[in-house]
């Protein structure tokens, strides 16, 4: 047997439900081999292969390796701050409030189309290395702060742009559909004429977006012309997901497994109908807890209802500057524990497993198994509960994509 690399003196959380014991799928004292980028080998130390060998040997100093973290929902291309509204929403205003008074997604849609490309990567890279830190491999970068095809293009090739300078992959979407921008005020279904007939076919041609998402709300689309959406993004071939359920109940949960959405998000005020539809559908659930928490929202979504009907359960960070200015991924372990009663297992499971369902890469990463990308975290904890348990601590050790060594 011969290696390129192994991972040594290491526990391994696999999160592979083959594999190991618990919910976190788990190998006391363990080793993982890797060649050419994949996966080779995963078992007990004491099981491995007689007379291997390997270029590279890796001490994890008694720790635990978890597959590389996933952060299946971000908007961290913007440039700005919503401080003020912040301060606003301190002193009474709602999120919905500020929106309808032209702030909101709107002030972040000016603050972006008015900044030049490096002040806009600059930033944005800021927020990406945060989440590198602490263990994460890839990303999806949601585009939205443009709103028009020039600048929705221009917020997807920084996301793309932004993989190779932070060391991380990145998964882009387009999310045309966010707000209505001011030059379209009292038009919505003649922007979303735009959004179907020259912004989906532009960004289609150039490449530039893995999925589409939207999103349904009364302050932002209705179902009929999230549908729209969808059924142009079907022509052309491309997967869809949904802002669903976050502040009302719009039948988004429903809206989302009808076109077969690889993920329906936020989801508080989804139906049991809605949930429902999602287990038939496949389609994944992605919690939000930054924004629940930031937005000091009280129902939160139907946890138990999901889990009962087998719906998978991701975990991400919406890194956005309205509703969740936050570039930690291990902080929403904490929060979906605390605020969504999750269990540890089930939040880790959320940033990996889970996550990688909710972005079509279920059979590249987010397990440690044998075949699959070897997007590896190291962690200087001594039980995988520890990264939900702990807050504001960062025990990443090392950051691994295709078992090269990143940057953190
Ligand atoms: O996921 N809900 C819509 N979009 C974002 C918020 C965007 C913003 O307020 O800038 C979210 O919460
Ligand atoms: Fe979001």
Not at 51 to 65: I, M, S, Y
Not at 106 to 124: C, F, G, N
Not at 209 to 224: G, N
Request: net charge negative; aromatic share 6%; proline share 5%.
């Amino acid at each position: 047997m011969r290696w390129d690399t192994i991972w040594l003196n290491a526990s391994l959380a696999t999160l592979d439900p083959g594999t190991g014991s618990g919910g976190y799928g788990g190998i006391v004292d363990g080793a993982v081999a890797v060649r050419d980028g994949r996966i080779a080998w995963v078992g007990p130390r004491s099981e491995l292969p007689v007379g291997w060998r390997a270029e590279l040997e890796l001490d994890c100093g008694g720790g635990w390796l978890t597959p590389g973290l996933i952060d299946c929902h971000t908007h961290l291309v913007y440039a700005g701050s919503r401080a003020g509204e912040f301060e606003q929403r301190l002193q009474g205003a709602s999120y919905e409030e500020i929106a309808r008074a032209g702030g909101g997604i709107l002030s972040t849609v000016r603050a972006t189309r008015a900044a030049d490309h490096d002040r806009l990567l600059q930033e944005s890279a800021r927020r990406l290395q945060a989440l590198g830190a602490e263990g994460v491999t890839t990303v999806e970068i949601k585009s939205g702060y443009g709103l028009d095809t020039a600048s929705e293009s221009r917020i997807l090739r920084v996301a793309r742009q932004l993989g190779p300078i932070c060391g991380m992959t990145v998964k882009t979407t387009l999310l045309g559909a966010h707000a209505l921008p001011p030059e379209y005020a009292g038009r919505a279904d003649e922007y979303i004429a735009l959004v179907c007939e020259e912004m989906l076919p532009a960004v289609g041609a150039a490449a530039l977006a893995d999925a589409v998402d939207a999103f349904s709300e009364t302050v932002a689309f209705t179902p009929q012309q999230v549908a729209r959406v969808f059924e142009t993004a079907r022509t052309l071939g491309l997967r869809v997901k949904l802002h669903a359920d976050q502040l009302s109940d719009s039948g988004g949960a429903a809206l989302a497994a009808h076109f077969r959405a690889l993920s329906a998000d936020h989801l508080e005020y989804s139906s049991e109908e809605g949930v429902e539809s999602l287990a038939q559908a496949g389609t994944v659930a992605v919690l939000l807890p930054g924004a629940f928490y930031f937005l000091r929202e009280t129902r939160a979504p139907p946890i138990a209802a999901l889990r009962a009907r087998g719906v998978p359960l991701a975990l991400a960070s919406d890194c956005n500057p309205g509703t969740s200015p936050c570039s930690s991924l291990l902080l929403m372990l904490n929060m979906a524990c605390t605020l969504f009663r999750l269990t540890p297992a089930e939040a880790l499971a959320g940033v990996t497993r889970s996550a990688a369902q909710a972005l079509g890469l279920a059979d590249e990463v987010g397990r440690i198994a044998v075949g699959l990308r070897a997007d590896l975290a190291c962690w200087e904890v001594s039980h995988p509960t520890e990264l939900a348990y702990a807050f504001g601590a960062n025990p990443c050790t090392g950051r691994y994509i295709g078992g090269v060594a990143m940057p953190r």
